[in-house]
């Protein structure tokens, strides 16, 4: 199968943003083996075009989009079934491949982009959906621990900032770092590994993490503040 990351034109956002934190959503006690133990759980990609909701997204993966606004008329023939002729008001045509192959983790990314007058703006409720418990993450000191992990273990990875895009209107090659404007509130930071993994998850492990990552309920995160008094240049693209 051609590379998904090749296939895709250049998939980085359009305006790079520094990262200064990510957010971890799920279940306390997955959470606490990320924290405690440095356990980092990456899903099969090709499970998470099983459905439509804010955990799965069946444009998962999805090579080129054109989107169609206003209507039109679709024409096609079949060796059997003949000259068809089909009338639409709106819709989307996509490409994918059958079957995608890899493991993802996926972040809620703070970056300087949710500061106004250097006051953090609200992370969205939604992001709560995920489970009961967050993990606040210091991006810098995290990346470098994860960069070494990876490369110890001979991993092929990327990571960076998802760009968004609105399928009813967008037309192109889209990729793994692309997804539709319906999720872009979850802000996502993801983490590729390459692999020829289609169904099971792999787990990597960093230990401990206690100091440079912390625990909270979720519907505390509406909560959370912070002040930017200086920034530090902070590489969030792995490759």
Request: charged share 30%.
């Amino acid at each position: 199968m051609e590379n998904l990351l090749e296939v895709a034109e250049k998939p980085q956002p359009k305006k790079t943003s520094q990262v200064y934190f990510l957010l971890k959503f799920g279940e306390e006690e997955h959470l606490k083996s990320l924290v405690e133990k440095g356990i980092i759980y990456l899903g099969a990609i090709n499970k998470l075009r099983e459905g439509d909701n804010h955990k799965f997204d069946s444009y998962e993966g999805a090579t080129f989009i054109k989107g169609f606004v206003g209507g039109g008329i679709i024409e096609s023939s079949h060796p059997t079934l003949g000259y068809l002729k089909m009338k639409f008001e709106s819709g989307t045509y996509k490409e994918t491949y059958e079957t995608l192959y890899g493991n993802i983790c996926s972040f809620y990314a703070i970056t300087q982009d949710h500061f106004t007058d250097s006051k953090l703006t609200s992370v969205d409720s939604r992001m709560q959906e995920f489970g009961s418990h967050f993990v606040m993450i210091n991006m810098s000191e995290f990346m470098k621990r994860l960069r070494k992990k990876l490369e110890e273990l001979k991993l092929k990875y990327h990571g960076r900032l998802v760009e968004y895009y609105d399928e009813k209107s967008y037309e192109g090659r889209r990729g793994l770092f692309n997804k539709r404007n319906k999720f872009e509130y979850q802000k996502e930071y993801r983490l590729y590994i390459e692999n020829q993994e289609a169904e099971n998850p792999i787990t990597i492990t960093l230990d401990d993490l206690s100091d440079i990552a912390w625990i909270a309920p979720s519907n505390t995160v509406d909560k959370l503040t912070m002040d930017v008094t200086y920034s530090i240049e902070v590489d969030n693209v792995i490759h």
